[in-house]
């Protein structure tokens, strides 16, 4: 759960041509962002009204006074510490775009990996499995495997009202509203049938790191924190499993890069007998407990 962090230090574009913006604003956040070209080019294409691809193909336009205004609120904005999701309200996730707001943390790209695992593992249309994913939050996950699985319908449980409003706003502009069903409740508290796969993004940062980390000032406390050991969320959720998780279905978490151990740990107590394994990201850090029973 990486956090998105933008601490410019000066918040005053270059009058000018849109190409001299886009040098300014990257220069403004290349020492605090991994992508400072793009980030520069996504606020230059909010503040003009213009398609990305259009400030890249127009470097020459003028940038106008209203936009050249715009763009030095957002970039104070940024230095006050709002994340540039959230001014920018929407960012992708599997390719596709998604609302955002601060009910609900910002999509990550190391949570693609339980997308994908998902796809890879899961037949649900073709076992005829129920589906959930716990902790909606943006509703990223249950909106893009029910775009990908069509027919098939999803449970998806939050405990924020707010989180589950943005979710279904997320799944309306995806249009897969008729087949994803929003309960607000704690885990699987608010169902009572067993699945054949069960996601969960839960919070699982630890208390005490989280008040070290920016994004614990720019992101939802209760979606990132998951109390003292970061497994407090998580450790319930995989005790709910021996009622909740059918023969031969999967369950999908992720987790902490240092939990590894600690969670593959726990399922197997929890559930002898399930193949248990602990997938990585990108990074080659531990992101997924897969849970096979």
Known sequence: MKPHVFKPK?????????AAALRQTARVLETVSETPGLDAQ????????RPRAWVLAHGEAP???????RLARQLAALHAGTALPYLLGEWEFFGRPFY???????????????VETALDVAKPKAEGLPVV?????????????ASAWEDVHILATDRSPGALQLARKNAGRHQVSDRITFLCGDLLG???????????NLPYIPTHRLALLEVGRREPIAALDGGPDGLELIRRLIQQLPKRLRPGGHALLEMDETHGEAVHRLAAEILPG???????????????LVIER
């Open 42 to 49: 996504l606020l230059l294409a909010q503040v003009t009204g």
């Open 274 to 288: 399930a193949h248990i394994t602990v997938r990585k990201d990108l990074a080659g850090d531990d992101r997924l």
């Open 190 to 200: 608010p169902l009572e049938t067993a699945f054949g796969l069960i996601c969960a």
């Open 133 to 145: 994913d716990v902790g909606t939050g943006s509703g990223c996950i249950a909106v893009t495997l």
């Open 63 to 69: 940038l106008s006074l209203t936009a050249s205004q």
């Open 100 to 114: 955002v707001a601060p009910s609900a943390l910002i999509p990550r790209p190391e949570t693609e990996l339980l």
């Open 10 to 18: 000066e918040s005053k574009p270059a009058l000018g041509t849109v």
